[in-house]
């Protein structure tokens, strides 16, 4: 290995770290979030660590060091103080389309999504839970400023302000490209097993 190439690996070597982050389990080990995941950056969860704020489940083989300590990455933690999950869902567009689960409420489609105000604006239709949906621009022109029955048109469900339970296991069906193996047991730990 020639100098410049340890200089290279060198350099490159603590960028590499980024690709660790660690799954924030609440004190009663269920996952703060499912969608998006709960999770921190290594130096975070390393931190937290350090602060005697969490427990460490799981570790990656990967290390980090200073020049008095050296410690494996976190790969789960767990919070020491249970954090209470709010009741009130906040009424963002994120959480409009988790609700209806990233489809258009008219035709089904996912991608790109819009929303769309099943009473209109125009007619006194209100920017509220039960008059929101997720909608695709297709179905969204389509409908314009008039009624269902005007548009010959449906919905797929009625529009209801969820819960934060409910959005937590819409999330669950939703996980990100890449699970760490050892997340899977807290992922999916309170899911009905098959017979």
Same mark, same amino acid.
């Given at each position: 290995m020639t100098q410049s190439d340890f200089r290279t690996d060198f350099v490159r070597e603590p960028g590499a770290l980024k690709h660790?982050?660690?799954?924030v389990l609440n004190a009663d080990y269920r996952p703060l979030s499912y969608y998006p995941l709960s999770l921190w950056p290594w130096q975070d969860a390393v931190k937290a660590a350090w602060l005697d704020r969490?427990?460490?489940?799981? =570790?990656? =083989? =990967?290390?980090?060091?200073s020049p008095s300590t050296m410690i494996r990455i976190p790969s789960v933690v767990v919070l020491k103080d249970y954090v209470r999950p709010?009741?009130?869902?906040?009424?963002?567009?994120?959480?409009l389309f988790l609700r209806d689960e990233f489809c258009c409420q008219y035709c089904g489609a996912k991608g790109e999504l819009t929303f769309d105000h099943v009473v209109p604006r125009a007619s006194g239709g209100v920017t509220s839970w039960e008059n929101v949906v997720a909608a695709c621009s297709p179905c969204n022109l389509r409908k314009g400023s008039r009624s269902l029955r005007e548009s010959g048109m449906s919905l797929a469900k009625t529009p209801r302000q969820p819960v934060a339970a409910q959005l937590h296991n819409v999330g669950r069906?939703?996980?990100p490209n890449h699970l760490h193996e050892s997340w899977v047991d807290f992922l999916y730990w309170d899911a009905e097993l098959e017979a």
């Open positions: 660790y982050p660690a799954l969490v427990d460490i489940v799981s =570790e990656y =083989e =990967e290390v980090v060091r709010q009741k009130q869902v906040a009424f963002t567009r994120f959480n069906k939703f996980p």
